[in-house]
């Protein structure tokens, strides 16, 4: 029975994670055969990129285990500035979707991550003077603290945000603002202003040190290396919330101040 169970969780997860994989493994192939397509060359493709893909998508992961803790201070933030969260039962959707956890949040994350990397590029280079590069945010072929450093703080800063949202989004939990009496989704705009904001600010300041083309090409080599670690996160935030979802209700909904509303 055990085997059973175990098998048919390992084959779910092999289908739902399938992008990720096949992502990963092209990168790999053509890094082995066409040379550093994902700043790796040769052989060494495959442990390099096997690892950089697990070690990244660890990160991205753990904090998910802070996340309850996350609502319960969102929803005493939200009840101390005088809003009410709402649960709307007919909104809520736990279920995974191709076009929603292969597509769109993985580029959502990579978009915010970046956006969050160039901001904080700005910062570094305002306390250290012009000390810090946007190479600071680019693989190398050679491991290096700062950039290790950095690449795990902007990592775990793009994960609590979004498993954050995300949550309140699954489970359908609204905010009601008493002084418009209006019900609105908690970070709507993120899917579309995030994204043209990354737009500018990354492409604006790769091609501050790197020429056009090469900024371009820089571009498109992160979001594909970022791509499989950002679907295995969707698609484990899936399942985390799916296991907790009860908890986290009991998180967000634990004054009176909150209302577990299914017939608004």
């Known amino acids: 029975m055990i085997h059973l169970t175990g098998s048919k969780h390992f084959h779910r997860w092999s289908k739902e994670v399938a992008p990720a994989i096949l992502i990963l493994l092209f990168t790999i192939t053509l890094s082995m055969f066409l040379g550093e397509f994902t700043f790796l060359k040769g052989w060494e493709?495959?442990?390099?990129?096997?690892?950089?893909?697990?070690?990244?998508?660890?990160?991205?992961?753990l904090p998910l285990y802070v996340l309850l803790p996350i609502e319960s201070k969102l929803g005493w933030v939200v009840r101390r500035r005088g809003g009410v969260l709402l649960h709307m039962e007919e909104k809520q959707d736990l279920e995974i979707h191709s076009v929603k956890h292969w597509l769109f949040r993985p580029l959502q994350g990579i978009a915010?991550?970046?956006?969050?990397?160039t901001?904080?590029?700005?910062?570094?280079?305002?306390?250290?003077?012009?000390?810090?590069?946007?190479?600071?945010?680019?693989?190398?072929?050679?491991?290096?603290?700062?950039?290790?450093?950095?690449?795990?703080g902007v990592a775990v800063f793009t994960s609590l945000l979004l498993s954050a949202l995300w949550t309140l989004d699954d489970m359908g939990i609204r905010y009601f603002n008493r002084k418009h009496h209006e019900i609105k989704m908690i970070g709507k705009y993120m899917g579309t202003v995030m994204p043209v904001?990354?737009?500018?600010?990354?492409?604006?300041?790769?091609?501050?040190?790197?020429?056009?083309?090469?900024?371009?090409?820089?571009l498109f080599q992160i979001?594909?290396?970022?791509?499989?670690?950002?679907?295995?996160?969707?698609?484990?935030?899936?399942h985390f919330v799916q296991s907790r979802v009860e908890s986290l209700l009991k998180r967000l909904f634990v004054e009176k101040g909150a209302v577990r509303d299914e017939q608004e």
């Open 197 to 218: 904001l990354f737009g500018f600010y990354g492409i604006v300041s790769l091609l501050g040190e790197y020429p056009k083309t090469e900024a371009l090409i820089y």
């Open 45 to 61: 493709a495959i442990y390099k990129g096997l690892l950089r893909f697990f070690r990244f998508t660890l990160i991205l992961c």
């Open 119 to 152: 901001k904080l590029l700005g910062v570094l280079q305002i306390v250290t003077g012009s000390t810090a590069k946007v190479s600071l945010f680019v693989p190398q072929n050679q491991f290096q603290a700062d950039r290790f450093l950095v690449a795990t």
């Open 112 to 117: 915010i991550g970046l956006l969050f990397a």
């Open 223 to 238: 979001i594909v290396i970022l791509y499989p670690p950002f679907t295995v996160f969707s698609i484990f935030h899936a």
